[in-house]
């Protein structure tokens, strides 16, 4: 029998360093519905429980915006859900709110041992702050003094195969030992031991007395399979989230709910989302927090998960360490002084949880936004699949995307700041939704799989961008026609440096043919050759045929001229929905 058969009302809660946001599912007649969501500010109090009040603050909303009783009188949760509708019957948790907790890794070879840590850490987006490694031949006092001035708060030992090596484990254990002993006790690491199982009973026997000390299977045993040993980190993780965040144990044992971090429930979400698209085809998500921005990159559901300390709220001052207020004007089609644009990330900075009043400050916030992630594909080397057509499918979630007057906008900032070649789908994250997936998959595979496959996710349509070698601008470097269901046919000639859209009807069916194709433009990732079906978005098909340099889409120098060229590339996007009648422009 299903174990999530008695399971009808589902609470998912993502608490973000600036809001706290919770969406409701229910099922009827053995499929989820999607209800509603609601959010809160993500504040801190004086009771050390801010978390999970922040959550209660947001389910009144909820039952406000849902018409639903969730919470009893004493401002708990009713689990389980009643005959009558009320509460809830599973609670899942991720969270953003706190930042990554520092990692020290230990091993004895940097190609064995740690490079399987180092592979661990990466499903969860952390990067460590330490590594002592036995090969480096570093003394005893350098690796002390390493830790010490690192201060990590998890530390993950590893090394030697089973019935291997115990007397290097031991050693790196002694300079664990000292680190600990060095230190008060509420300031010593929490320990994980994935190593050589024969050094188990020792390390348990030394550690247990000095620091709380976790064990999980042998990284090196590829036979242990990844997941025992992702459990262990995430063990541990909760331990030091909820040490930092009393409020996230009062949830967890009032709820009984999962407790996971955002960024891997991101990452999940986009390695399970690669299974909807073709073999060998990458999946792109881009989640832009306020602390931080989320790259995760998935083709055959191999995940390569990126974290960026860059993110449009508290962490915006950054910015201005990696560009000038100056560079930052290139995608604001209005006069704005570079001291203006310094103002607003310092204000934004303090204020984190300031929406946009007007279009001039939206768009300066997607101005930031577009930077952030060209630095994020620049550091993270993601350019390959930009140019190589092997990316399928682009998705864009965060609260400056979600937010925007018109979903035009956030479509025009990903082909902006990406502008990959070939043939991708964009998706947007209407509901806050992006983290649902990764973090319910374990606990209730039924709803997650039928969030994948709804159309809980905004559709914005399928961008073509060919590689042109040299043309005229306005030129025609290619002829398609497009037929729907009915069969009825129409061809458009492709003007070069332009965003050029055909209006579709939203979620209909459609053909795309290759009518002609000028000698110096391809398509790469495309057959060219075989027609193309695909399911339209809300803005059709658009082809953006822009003159690019560097792998960068190029703006003209002059203030003047650059302003008129953005909002032209805006014009030509047009509105959301626009009627199929319409012609493209031309």
């Known amino acids: 029998m299903n174990r999530n058969q008695d399971i009808h009302t589902v609470l998912y809660v993502d608490i973000g360093s600036v809001n706290t946001r ?25 009771t050390n429980q801010f978390e999970y009040l922040n959550v209660i603050q947001a389910v009144e909303k909820l039952e406000h915006a849902t018409k639903r009783k969730i919470l009893d009188r004493n ?18 948790v991720s969270y953003t709110c706190i930042p990554d907790p520092r990692i020290a890794v230990m091993g004895l070879t940097h190609a064995g041992s740690l490079q399987n840590v180092y592979d661990l850490l990466s499903k969860v987006g952390v990067k460590p702050v330490a590594e002592i490694c036995a090969e480096d031949g570093k003394t ?79 990284v090196l045993e590829s036979g242990s399979g990844v997941q025992p040993t992702l459990n262990g980190l995430m063990n541990v993780l909760r331990k030091d989230l909820e040490s930092r965040a009393p409020g996230f144990r009062i949830l967890r044992e009032k709820t009984k709910c999962s407790v996971i971090p955002g960024e891997f429930a991101f990452g999940r979400t986009i390695r399970l989302m ?39 709220g508290n962490n915006i001052g950054n910015l201005l360490n990696e560009y000038t207020p100056s560079d930052l004007q290139s995608w604001i089609s209005f006069q704005i002084k570079s001291a203006e644009i310094q103002d607003y990330i310092l204000n934004k900075s303090y204020y984190p949880d300031l929406i946009p009043a007007n279009k001039y400050s939206a768009e300066i916030e997607l101005a930031l936004a577009r930077a952030i992630v060209m630095k994020g594909i620049e550091n993270e080397s993601l350019s390959a699949i930009l140019s190589d057509g ?42 806050g939704l992006s983290g649902a997936i990764g973090t319910l998959a374990h606990l209730n595979p039924v709803l997650a799989s039928q969030i994948t496959s709804t159309s809980a996710y905004l559709n914005l349509g399928k961008v073509i961008r060919p590689s042109v070698r040299s043309e005229q601008p306005g030129k025609s470097i290619m002829t398609v026609s497009v037929r729907d269901d009915a069969g009825n046919t129409r061809k458009y000639d492709i003007p070069f440096n332009r965003i050029y859209r055909i209006p579709l009807e939203y979620g209909k069916n459609y053909e795309l043919e290759w009518t002609k194709i000028s000698h110096n433009v391809t398509i790469p990732g495309v057959k060219t050759w075989a027609p193309a079906g695909f399911k339209s978005g809300c803005f059709g098909l658009v082809f953006d045929t822009r003159e690019e340099k560097d792998g960068k889409i190029k703006l003209p120098k002059e203030k003047a001229a650059r302003d008129k060229k953005l909002q032209s590339w805006r014009t030509e996007l047009g509105p959301w929905l626009v009627k199929q009648e319409e012609e493209s422009h031309a």
């Open 22 to 46: 919770v969406c409701l599912f229910d099922r009827m007649d053995d499929k989820y519905s999607f209800i509603g969501a609601a959010s809160a500010t993500t504040s801190g109090d004086i």
């Open 75 to 92: 401002q708990n949760i009713v689990m389980p859900a009643t005959l009558d509708h009320s509460g809830i019957d599973q609670v899942a």
């Open 140 to 218: 005893v006092c350098e690796n002390l003094d390493l830790f010490l001035q690192t201060a990590p708060r998890i530390v993950i030992v590893s090394g030697g195969t089973e019935q291997g090596a115990e007397i290097g484990i031991y050693r790196l254990g002694e300079i664990l030992m000292l680190a600990c002993r060095s230190l008060p006790k509420e300031q010593r690491p929490i320990i994980l031991y994935a190593g050589n199982s024969a050094a188990k009973k020792q390390m348990e026997r030394v550690f247990s007395q000095i620091t709380d000390i976790s064990f999980s299977t042998n």
């Open 274 to 312: 690669s299974r909807l698209i073709r073999q060998n085809r990458h999946i792109l998500g881009i989640d832009i927090g306020a602390h931080q921005t989320i790259l995760a990159d998935a083709v055959n559901l191999a995940l390569s998960l990126h974290t960026l300390p860059l993110g449009i």
């Open 390 to 431: 092997s990316l399928a499918m682009v998705f864009l979630s965060g609260a400056v995307l979600r937010n925007v007057e018109d979903p035009g906008e956030a479509l025009l900032f990903a082909m902006d700041s990406l502008a990959p070649v070939g043939m991708v789908d964009y998706l947007l994250d209407m509901n």
